[in-house]
């Protein structure tokens, strides 16, 4: 078996059928026919921008006027005045008014279609900026179950402890007093935590002799009842029971993060972990010109959970089939594998020393001691990575990334023929000696800046002042080699990456206290980990990442000025999240306008929650 992520060669095959196909279903030539081209005899440009600062995010730092784009390529970039000769009758020419544009933008971990459920219809709102208290979320919870059926799931999303007004954890008996007959079942912030009501424990089989499956918690009281608070692994024992989104809901909720997506100029993200629902979702979507951005996904388990042992691991290979895409948006490149859990007030990511208050947190594979879960995860890298398959591994504490890049070195020797690029999802604590054997093995690390701006302030309580400041180390992994992406781990927090870049560039953390100014890097090493970085690790960069003549014409236009004429940042870096986009650009096709009502009203209800629009103060990564 061997991974089949979109070629160069296919790229190009792909964009020039599709412009062709275009032209003929609609009586007229493509853009690059004889009669398009321009007064000189040059094959015209489907689209030209002009009038602004592009940043090629080449080799050389680039910073152009103008860029065209034909057949899906860029063809052309430079002066504005040289922009000309590839206008012709039919090209569509923007004027950018001195506004940036730059690569689209490449989220390196975002779940689509959770994204989309994580929005009304399908969950209520019960994020920090729609309701501030458990009183506030049993209210909402009540009003739901009022028109609800009778004993139908009440589902939300986004509850932050941290927020709420009582200071205490929230236990069943509040949620049991407004919706005794719906079982009720509310992810938080970061999918790590689940607060159920006493019918959704009843109906999970739940009681105080329920012992947790590996890697769970189920929080007890005083008298050793359980609370209604599920971490980890033990979120399953009532996920499991709740009805699964059908197939239509699904491709609906996709269709809302696709609009999210693009109007953040957002043109690719890896998708970390699909089922073979989700997967059929994602490939119908592409083969009928309806996946308006290209996502790069890894597998996960049928009921889109992620394995825990080897014989997991087994069977989602066993039912792979092919990897070659079908279509030019849509490409599978490897397996998901999730090490531990995350390293917040939860404390279950696996740390090298105990958190602030105790405990080390632990790995989420099996094994009766930490010996046998390190074995566990050794065994289920050597199968992915023997099947030819790009590994993606969830790893946020020091102990668990430690044991994910030994055993990346162990299947690699020092060498990746194959190009697969292994990768750590998260590394929050990924120390130099890790980064560097991660780099010696041709790895790469994916980051969360948006994360770290929002539980900076607070993790100096978890993990203590040193490691809360070293946390999300861009500094040091770019010194190790690594290739390092950015992403939005969305749905847990917006995939707003201008708050991303503000952070990466300040580390400053709400309240605008620095954490960790020793790990700031600069700004074109900070946009190229949004773009060049994010096409490496999608094993793409040498089709699309950057403007580079040849490239893919993926583009994302903000509203005002990034950067000056020599590429330096023209605002103050406090001010880059206040940057909107106006235009997004996928194959040199305009897919995203502010200007355009019917999109903007899209977008506007794709981020119609509160954790779309500004997420929650101390969210932390997904289901990751």
Request: negative net charge; contains cysteine; glycine residues 12%.
């Amino acid at each position: 078996m061997s991974a089949g992520p979109l070629s160069r060669r296919r790229f190009i095959q792909v964009a020039a059928t599709s412009v062709a196909g275009v032209a003929a279903a609609s009586g007229t030539q493509p853009a690059f026919a004889a009669d398009a081209s321009t007064r000189s005899g040059r094959e015209a440009a489907d689209l030209v921008l002009t009038g602004g600062q592009v940043l090629l995010m080449d080799c050389r730092s680039t910073v152009a006027e103008a860029i065209a784009i034909r057949g899906g390529v860029v063809v052309a970039a430079g002066r504005s005045a040289a922009m000309r000769r590839w206008i012709g009758r039919r090209t569509t020419v923007v004027d950018l008014r001195g506004r940036t544009a730059l690569p689209g933008i490449n989220d390196a971990h975002l779940h689509g279609i959770r994204t989309g459920l994580a929005l009304p219809p399908y969950n209520i709102d019960v994020g920090p900026a729609a309701v501030s208290s458990i009183a506030e979320i049993a209210q909402a919870v009540g009003a739901a179950a009022a028109t609800a059926a009778p004993g139908s799931w009440v589902r939300g999303k986004g509850w932050n402890q941290e927020e709420f007004a009582e200071g205490r954890p929230p236990t069943r008996q509040d949620l049991d007093a407004v919706a005794p007959d719906n079982p009720v079942a509310l992810l938080d912030w970061s999918n790590h935590q689940l607060w159920a009501n006493s019918r959704a424990l009843e109906l999970a089989g739940i009681t105080a002799t329920t012992e947790p499956p590996v890697g769970g918690v189920i929080v007890k009281d005083a008298a050793g009842e359980p609370t209604g608070l599920l971490f980890e692994t033990a979120m399953g024992l009532v996920t499991q029971r709740i009805p699964a989104f059908t197939r239509e809901e699904q491709t609906g909720a996709l269709e809302k993060n696709i609009a999210l997506a693009l109007s953040q100029g957002i043109t690719s993200y890896t998708e970390p972990g699909v089922g073979a629902l989700q997967r059929g979702i994602y490939e119908d979507l592409d083969a009928a010109g309806r996946l308006k951005l290209r996502v790069t996904a890894l597998l996960s388990r049928s009921d889109d959970t992620y394995p825990v042992n080897a014989e997991q691991v087994r069977e989602i290979l066993a039912g792979t089939g092919t990897t070659e895409p079908i279509g030019d948006r849509f490409s599978i490149s490897g397996v998901k594998l999730r090490a531990d859990g995350v390293p917040i007030a939860s404390r279950t990511a696996w740390m090298r020393e105990p958190y602030v208050g105790g405990g080390r947190g632990g790995m989420v594979t099996e094994g009766a001691t930490d010996e046998e879960k390190v074995a566990e995860l050794g065994r289920m890298i050597a199968l992915v990575h023997g099947a030819g398959l790009q590994i993606g591994t969830h790893a946020t504490g020091d102990a668990a990334i430690d044991a994910v890049s030994a055993a990346y070195a162990a299947v690699l020797g020092g060498h990746d023929p194959l190009g697969l690029r292994h990768y750590v999802i998260h590394g929050d604590f990924a120390w130099p000696e890790t980064l560097r054997e991660l780099a010696a093995n041709g790895c790469g690390i994916s980051f969360n800046p948006n994360i770290k701006h929002l539980i900076a302030d607070g993790q100096p309580e978890v993990v203590g002042d040193v490691r809360a400041a070293y946390q999300t180390p861009y500094a040091s992994a770019l010194r190790a080699g690594l290739n390092v992406t950015s992403s939005s781990d969305s749905p847990n927090v917006a995939p707003d990456w201008r708050q991303g870049l503000e952070t990466v560039l300040l580390r400053q953390g709400v309240s605008g206290e620095v954490s960790g100014p020793e790990q700031r890097i600069d700004l074109t090493a900070a946009l190229h980990t949004y773009t060049t970085a994010g096409a490496w690790q999608d094993r793409a960069d040498d089709w699309k990442g950057s403007l580079a003549d040849g490239m893919a014409g993926d583009v994302c236009v903000l509203d005002g000025r990034l950067v000056d004429d020599h590429g330096r940042l023209a605002v103050p870096a406090e001010e880059i999240s206040g940057l909107g986009v106006d235009l997004t650009v996928v194959g040199g096709n305009v897919v995203f306008s502010s200007e355009d009502a019917a999109q903007r009203h899209e977008a506007a209800a794709a981020s119609g929650a509160s954790w779309a629009t500004r997420p929650p103060a101390g969210s932390m990564c997904a289901h990751c």
